[in-house]
């Protein structure tokens, strides 16, 4: 069973700095691409970063240059290291593995619960 169990969000000050990880149990790491997303009250879930198990990255405009998204296959887990951190960034952000190399939300088969991450001015 795929199972994917997000933590490291939480209240940080703007300018600070979070570390989310997203473990993927139900051994698929090393075949599926994973994504984060993230979702602002009110608002669409957005792209925020994708990572494939060969290494290739891409990001979305709004977080290029401060965060970096990065995997370890040896725990089946993948980061979203965020620095610089603004208030616009407060969403809950969602992990996701699919088999596409999208940063389209409805090509992920498999979500994580999501992680609160609030960034206060």
């Known amino acids: 069973q795929v199972q994917l169990v997000e933590s490291g969000g939480g209240l940080v000050q703007a300018g600070g700095s979070l570390r989310l990880a997203c473990v993927i149990s139900?051994?698929?790491?090393?075949?599926?691409?994973m994504g984060w997303f993230r979702q602002a009250p009110g608002k669409d879930r957005e792209f925020v970063a994708r990572?494939?198990?060969?290494?290739?990255?891409d990001y979305a405009a709004s977080v290029k240059g401060r965060f970096t998204v990065s995997g370890d296959s040896a725990l089946s887990t993948f980061y979203l290291q965020m620095y610089n951190l603004k208030p616009e960034d407060t969403a809950t952000y969602y992990c996701?593995?699919?088999?596409?190399?999208?940063?389209?939300?409805?090509?992920?088969?498999?979500w994580g619960q999501g992680t609160l991450v609030t960034v206060s001015s």
């Open positions: 139900g051994g698929i790491y090393s075949n599926y691409n």
């Open positions: 990572y494939s198990p060969s290494g290739s990255t």
């Open positions: 996701a593995v699919g088999r596409l190399l999208s940063t389209t939300a409805r090509h992920y088969n498999y």
